[in-house]
């Protein structure tokens, strides 16, 4: 969240793919909220294509929402 305030949107990246990561290999699901933060991150580079990709994730993984 501090990267985030920062915004040092590769610190975000690089430490949300971290977290991705070890969540997989621990075999535990992807938090919505580094979804969230991944999908802002994006939007802030211009990466529009990459934000429509996260956007999508959140999607499926989290239709209540």
Do not use: C
């Amino acid at each position: 969240m501090v990267l985030f305030e920062l915004k040092d949107w590769d610190g975000v990246l690089k430490n949300i793919s971290a977290s991705e990561e070890v969540a997989r290999k621990k075999e535990r699901p992807i938090l919505r909220h580094w979804l969230i933060h991944k999908y802002g991150a994006y939007i802030e580079l211009g990466d529009t294509a990459a934000a429509a990709k996260v956007l999508a994730e959140v999607k499926d993984n989290y239709t209540d929402d």
